[in-house]
């Protein structure tokens, strides 16, 4: 039970330690990920479609 106790204060401590991001940074980081998110699908739409025809072509 002793170690449990030192590992929760030295958890807290370490916590305190910790620099939090502000709501700003954290809305911006949101957005950056999303719009990546976006990207990074819309290419993979377009490739896949570009696969898919030219794959069903072949394979006719």
């Known amino acids: ?5 030192t ?7 370490e916590l305190k330690k910790v620099t939090w991001p ?9 957005l ?3 719009a990546f998110t976006l990207f990074v699908s819309v290419y993979l ?3 896949d479609m570009l696969l898919t025809g030219v794959f069903s ?3 006719r």
């Open 22 to 30: 502000g709501k700003k940074q954290v809305w911006y980081s949101t």
């Open 57 to 59: 072509r072949l394979f």
């Open 45 to 47: 739409g377009l490739v």
């Open 7 to 13: 590992f929760v204060r030295e958890a807290r401590a």
């Open 1 to 5: 039970m002793g170690n449990i106790l």
């Open 32 to 34: 950056v990920v999303i």
